[in-house]
């Protein structure tokens, strides 16, 4: 029944590691989103597919790598984690990816790097 | 810069109280949308405003917008414990945005019983 959903929810890791979050949703978008939120709660958008089409790719280390399978699923692998990367990772999705429609978030992934 | 900035950055009311919350941006926008975020969990979508609308209302909820100041107000009637949540103003920059949104940093909303 959940709309957007993420898994996992917590991630411990260390530095140097590799890893991935999963999104998925089930409202029959067309568009998915990543923002990270940092520890002031700033939220700022990172990626955004339209049909498995990448369209926004904003200023983000080339670490951080989208992979759309479907325009059901966007997930995020990160590789060579950093303790900067230590933040909540949000997936969103909207019915088309222009900016008059609201979005809808995932429960968030709060990534931990020690 | 942010685009959208809120102000006050937290607020305390008592159950019951009105509560609103400001936002200011930067550029042009098509619209400034309003999300919720209770601890812990991800936003909600609120209220939509376009920016050719002045004022908007969604059960206790009231948005206003200033386009010529770049500004826009959300107010909360008759609040309860249950609206104890950060509140963001986020705008698309005008244009063709292909849904990019940029969001403030919130208002910390916290309503006593």
């Known amino acids: 029944d959940t709309a957007v959903s993420q898994t996992p929810k917590y991630l411990v890791t260390q530095m140097g590691n590799d890893k991935s979050i999963k999104c998925e949703q089930n409202?029959?978008?067309?568009?998915m989103y990543w923002y990270k939120q940092d520890s002031k709660k700033f939220l700022k958008i990172m990626f955004s597919y339209n049909n498995k089409e990448l369209i926004i790719n904003e200023t983000v280390p080339n670490r951080f790598s989208p992979k759309s399978p479907d325009k059901a699923h966007l997930n995020l692998h990160i590789n060579s984690l950093e303790l900067g990367d230590s933040a909540v990772y949000f997936c969103?999705?909207?019915?088309?990816?222009?900016?008059?429609?609201?979005?809808?978030f995932g429960p968030g992934t709060r990534l931990t790097v020690t | 810069s942010q685009q959208g900035e809120e102000d006050p950055q937290a607020l305390s009311i008592q159950e019951g109280e009105n509560a609103t919350m400001n936002c200011s941006y930067k550029t042009s926008i098509n619209n400034l949308q309003w999300y919720r975020q209770n601890s812990g969990r991800g936003l909600v979508h609120l209220i939509l405003?376009?920016?050719?609308?002045r004022e908007k209302h969604s059960g206790r909820l009231r948005v206003t917008l200033d386009t010529s100041k770049k500004s826009s107000s959300l107010l909360i009637t008759a609040s309860r414990a249950a609206d104890t949540a950060s509140y963001f103003c986020a705008t698309d920059g005008g244009g063709t945005s292909y849904g990019k949104l940029t969001f403030g940093q919130g208002t910390i909303l916290t309503v006593h019983p």
């Open positions: 405003i376009r920016s050719n609308e």
């Open positions: 409202l029959g978008h067309d568009t």
């Open positions: 969103a999705s909207s019915p088309v990816g222009y900016s008059s429609y609201e979005q809808y």
